[in-house]
Structures are given as structure tokens and as C-alpha cells.
């Protein structure tokens, strides 16, 4: 019988995930990461012998008491949400070898998902935000990107990632709206506040000026210091820096201004539904997270009103 190896298979689901599913450079390294420090652990457990010498791992050798020896050795030093996120790796993986009869068993198939406590998403008040937004910027090409950044961030609520992949002819001003490239590769269009555009078209203008570098060429939308395309830690660094300035007690990351934008439009009215598609979410049990804000508040108008609370 044909061994099939391991690592090989791991190199080739990994091809799979960018090719046919789409998936991020970010996500498909942190799945190799998981798969890879899995296999180390196999080869020295789960490891055949023969002829005296060790043989290379292979799909066949790793059974249901391989991966929970695994999942009990993570135990001791992570949290369960990221057992959880490596187990569902691992699941991704074997699936994928069933289904294309590279295996006839799935190890993880008979192994419950950990059970852990849902983090709730921080956030910043209406207040804290527009403080955030509204803190003087000097009047470079520098400044005024990240006022640019911070407000585009928060007038459409995308992701980190989806705003540094921002080009110059994603942007519609005449409609107010972004096109966004989501995660799986999906596009959307996002509408966007009217103070985020003014923002761009002050940054842009700024930029032209100084770089020659206008809006009629497509290209990446905010540009580091060195005319390239910005990252999305140097954004992070960014924050940092205006937070600080401004005073603010609660640490707030790019991601935090995504979960405020949710928040902030649940407690105004908005339909749940509305704001899954606007935050690009596949399933609405994903945006459902956000409404723990709202519940709070409700809560806090009943005891305050309700006659016989």
C-alpha cells in the first residue's frame, strides 16, 4: 500500500486553500504554522518504524489518540479558544483528505470542539470615537492619511485588511461608496460617510501636491512614507500614536474601530441583517456578537422605567 505523506499533503492543502479557496497570504501561513507544529508533535509520537530506522510520517499513521495527545499537550500553556482554532485547522485538513480518498478515516471526527467563553469585541463610546476622529492632525501629507485612514475605517466599518488593499478607483465619490475586496477573494460595495470621503480627497489633493502622485492612475489609496502600499501593522502603529495623543482609557485596535462601527449602528436601529452585509460577514451568527451592547442597554431602560421590574 502507497504511504502518502504527510507533509506533503499539508504543502498541498495549503496550494488548495490559496488557489480554489482564496484564502489571505495571513490566513494560509497561520494554517500552516498550526498544521506544521501538529506534524512536529505526530513525527515524534506517532512516528512507524522500520528496519531499525525511523520512516517518514504518513497521513495513515495519524489516528483519533495521535490528535488528542495533541490537543492535551496545548492544554497546559493555551487558552481554549485557541485550542479550539487549532482543532478546527486540523478538521479542515483531515476533511479535505476524505474527500479527496487520500484517507479513509477523519481522526478528528469523534473530538468535541473545547467549549469557551465568547470574548466580547471592545469598543469605543460614540464620544471616544469622534474624540479619536476629531483630534487636530498636522497639516502634512502624513497627517492628514491617517485622519483619512481612521475616518474611512470607521464611515464603513471594513476590515484592516480590506482598507490597506484600498486602490484610487475603488473609491466612488459620486455614489459615497468603496469597493472592497473581502475575505475569499468576495468584492462588496460598502457605503462610506460623506466627512471619510472629504478626508481622501483632502489627504489625495495633499499628496498631489507635494508627490505629483494624483487620482487618474489606479493604485494603492494611502501610501507609506516610502510611496508604497500601507500595512496593516503600520496602521496599527498609527492608532497607537493617536490614542495616546488624545488621552483615551480605552485601548483601541484598527479592529476595535470595526467593532465600533457595528455597535454604534445596532444601537441606532439598524437592522441586523443590514449590518452583516455591510461588515462583509458569510453567517449572521458572526455579527449577532455585537448585539450584547444593545441587550445591555435595553436592559438598563427597562430597570430605569418598567413599573414593576
Known amino acids: 500500500m502507497t504511504r502518502i505523506g504527510l507533509t506533503e499533503q499539508i504543502d498541498a492543502f495549503l496550494q488548495t486553500l490559496a488557489a480554489e479557496k482564496g484564502y489571505s497570504t495571513h490566513t494560509i501561513r497561520a494554517y500552516g504554522h498550526d498544521l506544521a507544529e501538529f506534524a512536529g508533535y505526530a513525527d515524534r509520537t506517532a512516528g512507524r518504524s522500520e528496519g531499525g530506522e525511523k520512516r ?5 499513521d495519524i489516528d483519533n489518540l495521535t490528535v488528542r495527545g495533541y490537543l492535551g499537550l496545548l492544554h497546559r500553556k493555551n487558552e ?3 485550542i479550539a482554532r487549532k482543532l478546527s485547522v ?11 480518498r487520500l484517507t479513509d478515516e477523519d481522526p478528528t ?4 470542539t473545547p467549549k469557551h467563553s465568547r470574548r466580547m469585541p471592545s469598543y469605543l463610546s460614540v464620544d471616544d470615537m469622534f474624540r479619536l476622529l476629531d483630534q487636530a492632525a498636522d497639516d502634512t501629507v502624513l497627517g492628514l492619511r491617517n485622519q483619512a485612514l481612521f475616518e474611512t475605517l470607521y464611515g464603513s466599518g471594513i476590515r484592516v485588511s480590506e482598507l490597506t488593499g484600498l486602490n484610487v478607483f475603488d473609491v466612488d465619490f459620486s455614489s459615497g461608496a468603496l469597493r472592497v475586496s473581502g475575505k475569499g477573494g468576495r468584492d462588496r460595495i460598502v457605503p462610506v460617510g460623506e466627512k471619510a470621503l472629504n478626508r481622501i480627497q483632502t489627504y489625495r489633493d495633499r499628496l498631489f501636491a507635494r508627490t505629483g502622485i494624483g487620482m487618474v492612475v489606479d493604485g494603492p489609496l494611502f501610501l ?9 501593522r503600520s496602521v496599527a502603529r498609527i492608532l497607537e500614536a493617536w490614542i495616546r495623543k488624545c488621552s483615551l482609557a480605552v485601548p483601541i485596535s484598527p479592529h476595535g474601530i470595526r467593532h465600533s462601527f457595528a455597535t454604534h ?8 441583517r443590514t449590518v452583516q452585509e455591510l461588515l462583509g460577514h458569510k453567517s449572521l451568527s458572526t455579527t449577532q456578537k455585537y448585539t450584547h451592547v444593545s441587550i445591555d442597554r435595553l436592559m438598563a431602560a427597562y430597570d430605569s422605567a418598567h413599573p414593576r421590574r
Open 56 to 60: 517518514p510520517l504518513a497521513v495513515d
Open 80 to 82: 481554549k479558544v485557541t
Open 90 to 100: 486540523l478538521r479542515s485538513f483531515f476533511r479535505h483528505l476524505v474527500r479527496h
Open 109 to 112: 471526527a469523534a473530538i468535541l
Open 224 to 232: 507609506n512614507k516610502n510611496k508604497g502600499r500601507l500595512s496593516s
Open 265 to 272: 449602528m445596532l444601537d441606532a436601529g439598524a437592522d441586523l
